[in-house]
């Protein structure tokens, strides 16, 4: 291959999400970055970022089919780095995708990026990582780097692309570490062989819930799918009644489970309907989503939902992408002259069960997501009133949502203070989209679904749907 031909491409871009709950792990050192980075501008435009990386990330997951797990915030931070790299046609393109604001894009990025490292409030573990792989005969352009340091925390780390298997190798161990093993490969050798640079972007959470299920409560019980079917799957349960904050949607009603250190919250959305979720998914929005927790109320809830774990293989967000005007191919000039990209994959688990969730997503170039299950709810005092009876027949398909709540997991609306209004706007991203699949599917891959029905789940930091 010519010096020239490998001249003109830009890496993969990688997506991560990882989500569990457990002890977090350690990880590797970095290199130094070229730049301090910046602290979080309190007139950055974040709130225009975080509405269009939700729009976006809103309909990527719409675009996937059956049970699925993505995350809003990795895509959406591995392509917003991109864009400083963009030429101005693929970056105009990527601005009408993802709303990224015509003023300070990246400085709304580093604030937002700041403010969800500020919800790792012991026990909850939440990091946002970037890192820039760079073939060790490649120099990319030193306003690029800077933009990278200081607005993104993102340091290079040189790798011989020629020799694909280690190459990929690190790339790999390096999400590994970030996601605390819980994806453990993004990239196979082909995908970086020759290429000039790789940009790799994870999420990881790991929160224990603020009221943990007792364990030996759990037990094995019908789960309805969306096609209604119904399979068995282990459903975790309130040993009580538990005071929590709940939305009547039309159709379907949502709730709110809190994390300790009150930073963050899982929403649940149930369709009453068990074959309803796709209609629901279609009537929703990003912006209903994450506007859940202004519109909530305090009420006695008696909770069942499944335990489960889902997994988003490596996926081509091209297929999503391309469809919209951005392509493999698109011109990144002002990383390099002559640099296109090639190639963009998302990944992502989530991990559900009695004590909390962990989750991890990464993008090394941005790609798709994959399946998931869905919760239920069995009694709402003070509202909705599935009962019991949600145990025993066929329960409203869920949509359930993970969203970070600062400061509100006890209902209460602070007045934010000038510092912690980036915070406040961050609340409105989801983190996790989650999606359902067909009863072949959860047999096959689901086996731990979330609800009782088919439900889609959505936090600041990723979204799940499960059937």
Known sequence: MTAATRLGRLLVLLCCLAAACGSAGTTSGSS????????????????????????????FHRHLAGNAVSSPLSIGMAFSLSRAGASGDSGAVLDEIFGFPEADPHGAANAVDLTVAEASVEPTTVEVATRLFPDNEFSPLPAFLETASANYGASAQPVDTADEDAAADTINRWVSERTRGLIPKIVTPPIVRDQRLVLANTVYLKADWVVPFLSELTSSGPFTTADNRSVTVPFMHDHEPVPRRYVRLEGAAAVELPYQGGELAMWLVVPHDPAGLPALEEALDAAALTGLSNAAQQGLVDLTMPKWEQ??????????????GFCAGAGFDRIAPGIFITAALHGAKVIVDEKGTEAAAEPPCPSPNRHLPRPTSRSWPTAPSYGPSSMRTPAPP???????????????????????????????????????????????????????????LVTPRWMVRGR
């Open 398 to 456: 869920c949509s359930s949502a993970a969203s970070s709540t600062p400061g509100r997991s006890r209902g209460q609306h602070r007045r934010p203070r000038p510092h912690q209004q980036s915070r406040e706007r961050v609340t409105d991203l989801p983190p996790i989209f989650a999606s359902g699949c067909s009863a072949e599917d959860l047999e096959q891959d689901c086996r731990r679904p979330l609800s009782q029905s088919a439900m889609t």
């Open 311 to 324: 997994s988003l293989p490596p996926t081509d967000l091209f297929e999503w992408l391309c469809p919209l």
């Open 32 to 59: 130094e970055p070229v730049a301090d980075r910046l602290p979080a501008d309190p007139e950055a435009p974040t709130d225009a970022w975080v509405a269009g990386v939700n729009a976006a990330g809103w309909d």
